[in-house]
């Protein structure tokens, strides 16, 4: 019982994992990206096509991931570049995300593909309690395992990932010291929101294999919330990351077991619980010193220097 | 030779006034290729949205059917613009004003049509503007993040009514129908010309004409206008800037929420499953084109009325999702933000060397 929950809260959360981790990328480099739900439609439909196309999964994951990031470098270029109004320019992403997919889509509803299958790691697998639900996965869950480590790494261990933060808390500073403001951001967004569309990607490739308009169902938002939960931290994102795959998991469990309660009340659980944990995680922010990048959502223009 | 940009001294007022066209303009040129990318002839498409919604009466009298929510959510949305507080939630405020307005008609046993009437619109604006007035709160006093807020009880919303209409508040004579019982004559608002369009779309009217009042001419407006534009100078000059969040969010998702009172009271009689096609997100980008003006929201409400109308019946005609009228609005807002930034820069070729 505990193994099947652990394996679902797995599956469940690994979407929202990949895109908290591109936004987490976004945000460190200073740039808020709200585009996320918009880009893990984009991540989706573009999985699933160009799996259904080539017949490799590997090629899918690979167009969510540009298609992403093509998109991403729209909200990259206009507030980086034209230093327009983040939350606009990202609510706008998830607008285009949302319309697109839906256009482009309409050909893809009702196919089918091949998703990932599960592939135990020998040894680990036979682990108490935890062996099947986290080492006999599909690859893409491997990989995010891989990816919370390389993004911690990347961040605190080499010079690109501390250019990178230092542009999202001081851009002035980085100029500087030379590091290519404009450039690092454009990059961070751009490659962040790769990641995000490898989420998607995960939707239309391992939890569901088909397309379905709509697919992400909020989830972009589960993760931007889950950003200031994660203190812009990749081990903390995947904590909250698997907290909402939790909820998630037992909800959908209640209403397999039968349970009276309606199930449009325990749809709305996994969304409640984002708002509770962002209003904690922000009150605790405020107590102890905030981990939010100091120059996070301000365009930087080097003329207005100081 | 090499292209750079520079500051323009003083910003030009020409573009401020037709950056909101222009960018129209081209998010119609550049999703005409989608179009064409998707197999439809973008020509017969324009042509059929402009013919559909203002071509005969009764596709302006359905044009004017959508522009009403949308003045209503969007003059809610602009209102908390005018403070920089983001209210992404008017969809789910529309939902509880229509929930709110509903339990009045369905439980309150009222029989006078006046009285009823105001019964709904008071639940309505109430039922939104508590609903807003939750972020509001944890705005205020925690900074929470209003824009996470409000849109995530958006998702929650829209499935509490799904769970009134198929649960208990379901139509026992409605053939197992997602929707609740027809609303009783008393309930229902004046419809005109043999149409759909019914007096809510005079409310909205008014309602913009008294918000622009109350921004424009009075204390209050004043005082949410300089937080707006700047918090420190509002807490030196004395005001209360956690009470005016609280009140703003509040006032936003009550606007919000009348439009959901004149969807079940003017449109549908009843309270069922998707009663908004999205009107609340359409606002945003409403609010964001009209600039802050009252005037600029009705305007554009009724360009949206406009796409809107037009995208029921290209979903009819080519099979095209509805939700293609997003990618569409996300265009013109990419282009509106574009072209703000020439608003107050300007491209300039310099003749060789490293000059920027």
């Known amino acids: 019982m505990l193994e099947i929950l652990l394996d679902a809260t797995v599956r469940s959360s690994t979407p929202i994992l990949f895109a908290t981790l591109g936004a987490i990328i976004n945000e460190r480099a200073g740039i808020i990206n709200l585009g996320i739900e918009g880009l893990m439609l984009i991540g989706a439909l573009a999985g699933f096509a160009g799996t259904q196309a080539s017949g490799s999964l590997l090629v899918g994951v690979l167009a969510a991931f540009f298609a992403a990031m093509l998109a991403g470098s729209v909200h990259a270029f206009i507030t980086v570049q034209l230093r327009g109004n983040q939350i606009v320019s990202g609510l706008a992403l998830t607008m285009f995300g949302v319309g697109i997919t839906a256009l482009f889509g309409r050909s893809m509803v009702g196919l089918t593909i091949a998703g990932f299958e599960r592939i135990a790691i020998p040894g680990l697998n036979r682990l108490p309690v935890i062996g099947k639900p986290f080492f006999n996965q599909d690859m893409l869950i491997y990989f995010s395992f891989l990816l919370v480590v ?7 261990r080499t010079r690109w990932g501390l250019a990178l933060r230092t542009v999202g808390e001081n851009p002035a500073a980085a100029d500087t010291c030379g590091v290519p403001v404009l450039l690092t951001r454009f ?37 931007v919330a889950l950003v200031i939960f994660a203190s812009w931290s990749s081990y903390r994102a995947l904590a909250g990351a698997y907290l909402f795959g939790g909820i998630t998991a037992m909800q959908l469990r209640f209403q397999a077991m039968g349970t009276t309660v309606s199930a449009h009340i325990l749809q709305m659980l996994p969304y409640f619980f984002t708002i509770l944990v962002l209003v904690i995680s922000t009150i605790r922010l405020q107590k102890g010193a905030s981990q939010q990048p100091e120059s996070l959502g301000q365009p930087y223009d080097r003329e207005d220097r100081k | 030779m090499k292209l750079v940009t520079e500051k323009r001294e003083l910003s030009s007022r020409l573009l401020r006034f037709s950056a909101p066209i222009v960018s129209i303009l081209v998010a119609l040129f550049v999703a005409g290729f989608l179009l064409l990318a998707a197999g439809v002839n973008p020509f017969q498409a324009y042509l059929e949205i402009v013919q559909e919604s203002l071509g005969s009466l009764y596709g302006l009298s359905e044009t004017l059917v959508k522009t009403t929510p949308l003045i209503f959510t969007s003059l809610g949305v602009s209102l908390a613009f005018r403070m920089q507080i983001w209210n992404i939630g008017a969809e789910g405020q529309l939902y509880l004003g229509a929930c709110g307005a509903t339990a009045v008609a369905l439980f309150s046993g009222l029989e006078h049509p006046v009285m009823m009437i105001t019964a709904m619109f008071f639940a309505a604006f109430l039922c939104g503007g508590l609903w807003a007035g939750v972020a509001g709160l944890l705005r205020a006093r925690w900074q929470v993040n209003e824009v996470i807020v409000t849109l995530l009880m958006n998702y929650i919303a829209i499935l509490g009514v799904d769970y009134l209409v198929y649960g208990p508040w379901k ?134 009325g406009v796409l809107l109308v037009g995208g029921d019946s290209l979903q009819l005609t080519w099979q095209l999702p509805v939700a293609f009228v997003y990618a569409f609005q996300g265009l013109i807002l990419f282009f509106l933000l574009a072209s703000d930034f020439f608003i107050n820069n300007r491209l300039k070729l310099v003749r060789g060397g490293r000059h920027a």
């Not at chain 1, 490898?198 to 391992?206: E, F, H, N, P, T």
């Not at chain 2, 004579?173 to 005079?202: C, I, M, V, W």
Request: proline residues 3%; aromatic residues 16%; charged residues 10%.
């Open chain 1, 150 to 156: 390389a993004i911690a790494f990347f961040f605190y």
């Open chain 2, 171 to 304: 139509d026992p004579k409605g053939f197992n129908f997602p929707l609740t019982a027809q609303f009783s004559d008393a309930a229902r608002l004046t419809e005109y010309f043999d149409t759909r369009l019914h007096s809510g779309f005079f409310l909205a009217l008014f309602c913009a004409l008294l918000l622009y009042l109350f921004m424009e001419r009075t204390v209050w407006g004043y005082e949410i206008k300089v937080i707006g534009s700047n918090p420190k100078a509002a807490r030196y000059a004395g005001m209360n800037t956690g009470m005016a969040i609280f009140f703003v969010l509040f006032l936003s998702g009550a606007i919000a929420g009348i439009a959901g009172f004149g969807e079940v009271a003017g449109l549908q009689h009843r309270l069922q499953h998707g009663i908004s096609p999205g009107y609340g997100y359409t606002a945003i980008i409403i609010a964001w084109l009209a600039r802050r003006s009252a005037l600029g929201v009705v305007i554009v409400s009724f360009l949206m």
């Open chain 1, 187 to 223: 990059l961070a967004v751009t490659i962040g929101s790769g990641i995000v569309g490898i989420g998607g990607a995960y939707l239309s490739l391992a939890t569901t294999p088909m397309w379905i308009e709509n697919m992400s169902a909020g989830r972009g938002w589960i993760a």
